[in-house]
Nanobody
Framework: QLQLVESGGGLVQAGGSLRLSCAIS????????IGWFRQAPGKGREGVAC????????SYVDSVKGRFTISRDSTKNTVYLQMNILKPEDAATYYC????????????????????WGKGTLVSVAS
């Protein structure tokens, strides 16, 4: 069973930065999509960013473009989400998820269809 474990959440002042990590147990496939999603209290799940392992292509929701960066370290089986210029509206529980396809194969607005999910890490942003 593939497992994803997020870390790096915490409390930060508005305008600050955090880097989230998603450690992934060993993959048995060569190509996958991995995404970061978030859910704030009382709101639905929202896609934040996605990365295609096949070619490294990335995609972002408009609200985080220019502020967030998704990246990976294949040697560590870890995917990161660097979050800069954080805003109070970025506060949420952040989840990583993966699927055995390309980012375009999934509903990235919600993450529906992704095969495996982590348990999340909480990000709080103080104004």
């Amino acid at each position: 069973q593939l497992q994803l474990v997020e870390s790096g959440g915490g409390l930060v002042q508005a305008g600050g930065s955090l880097r989230l990590s998603c450690a992934i147990s060993s993959f048995t496939v060569d190509y996958y999509a991995i995404g970061w999603f978030r859910q704030a209290p009382g709101k639905g799940r929202e896609g934040v960013a996605c990365l295609d392992s096949a070619d490294g292509r990335t995609s972002y929701v408009d609200s985080v473009k220019g502020r967030f960066t998704i990246s990976r370290d294949s040697t560590k089986n870890t995917v990161y989400l660097q979050m800069n210029i954080l805003k109070p509206e970025d506060a949420a529980t952040y989840y990583c998820a993966t699927g055995f396809g390309r980012c375009g194969d999934y509903d990235l607005s919600t993450g529906n269809g992704m095969d495996y999910w982590g348990k999340g890490t909480l990000v709080s942003v103080a104004s």
